[in-house]
C-alpha cells in the first residue's frame, strides 16, 4: 500500500500524559499537513512541512503541541500535559500540488 | 460566519434518486474547491475537484459560483454505496506553495431501498 500511513490508529490515555503520533506521507510527496477532526465537524487545520521545514501553523496548535519532520520524510506530532479536550481524530495528509491524500488518521480518547 | 457552510442534512433518499447539496464560502479571494467524501470513522477522500466551468465525473457533477461563492455537487442515480458525508473544501495558499484546506461540516447522505 503506497498511501499515508498513520499509527497508532488508536490511543487512549491519561489526562496530563504526553503522546506521539507519527505520519508517513507517500514517498514522493513533499508537502505534509496535519488535521484535527472532531465528531460532527469538518478536520482543521492544524500545521504544514514542506520538506523538514514548517512553515506555517494555526492558532490551534497550542504551546503544548509540537510536531516535527526531521529530514523531511514521516513526521511527528507531540501532545504534552493532554487535556480532554485534546479528545479527536489526528489526521495527516500529503502532497505534490493541490490534491491532498489523507491518511487514516489516530483516534485519540483523553479520560 | 463560518468560513465554509453547508447543510448537515441527513438528506435520506431512495435508490436511484438524483440528490443536490449545496455549499457557501465567506473568503471571495478564494481560488480552488474540492468535494471530498468521508465515510463513518474513516478519513476524508477526494471526491473531485471544482472548476469554473463546472466538471463531471460520472455521475457526479460538480459547479462553481464564484459570483455567489456558492458551490454544489449533483448525484445522479444515487447507489447505497454512496451513502457517506460530504464535505465541502475551500483551498486557500500557505507559504512555500502549500494549501490550507478548509472544511465544512460535511452533509450526510443515506441512499435507501
Same mark, same amino acid.
Not at chain 1, 496548535?61 to 479527536?88: C, M, V
Not at chain 1, 481524530?89 to 489516530?106: D, I, N, R, V
Given at each position: 500500500d503506497t498511501g499515508v500511513s498513520q499509527n497508532p490508529r488508536h490511543k487512549i490515555t491519561k489526562r496530563g500524559q504526553n503522546v506521539t503520533f507519527r505520519c508517513d506521507p507517500i514517498s514522493e510527496h513533499n508537502r505534509l499537513y496535519w488535521y484535527r477532526q472532531t465528531l460532527?465537524?469538518? =478536520?482543521?487545520?492544524?500545521?504544514?512541512?514542506?520538506?523538514?521545514? $514548517?512553515?506555517?501553523?494555526?492558532?490551534?496548535?497550542?504551546? %503544548?503541541?509540537?510536531?516535527? %519532520? =526531521?529530514?523531511?520524510?514521516?513526521?511527528?506530532?507531540?501532545? $504534552? %500535559?493532554?487535556? $480532554?479536550?485534546?479528545?479527536?481524530?489526528?489526521?495527516?495528509?500529503?502532497?505534490?500540488?493541490?490534491? $491532498?491524500?489523507?491518511? =487514516?488518521?489516530? %483516534?485519540?480518547t483523553v479520560t | 460566519r463560518k468560513e465554509v457552510e453547508q447543510d448537515p442534512g441527513p438528506f435520506n433518499v431512495p435508490e436511484g434518486a438524483t440528490v443536490a447539496f449545496n455549499c457557501t464560502y465567506s473568503n471571495s479571494a478564494s481560488q480552488s474547491f474540492f468535494w471530498y467524501r468521508q465515510d463513518c470513522r474513516k478519513e476524508p477522500k477526494l471526491l473531485m475537484s471544482v472548476y469554473s466551468s463546472g466538471n463531471e465525473d460520472g455521475r457526479f457533477t460538480a459547479q462553481l459560483n464564484r459570483a455567489s461563492q456558492y458551490i454544489s455537487l449533483l448525484i445522479r442515480d444515487s447507489k447505497l454505496s454512496d451513502s457517506a458525508t460530504y464535505l465541502c473544501v475551500v483551498n486557500s495558499p500557505l507559504t512555500g506553495g502549500g494549501n490550507k484546506l478548509t472544511f465544512g461540516t460535511g452533509t450526510q447522505l443515506k441512499v435507501e431501498l
Open positions: 460532527g465537524q469538518g =478536520p482543521e487545520f492544524l500545521t504544514y512541512f514542506q520538506n523538514e521545514a $514548517q512553515l506555517e501553523k494555526s492558532r490551534l496548535l497550542s504551546d %503544548r503541541f509540537s510536531a516535527e %519532520r =526531521p529530514k523531511g520524510s514521516f513526521s511527528t506530532l507531540e501532545i $504534552q %500535559r493532554t487535556e $480532554q479536550g485534546d479528545s479527536a481524530m489526528y489526521l495527516c495528509a500529503s502532497s505534490f500540488e493541490y490534491e $491532498q491524500y489523507f491518511g =487514516p488518521g489516530t %483516534r485519540l | -
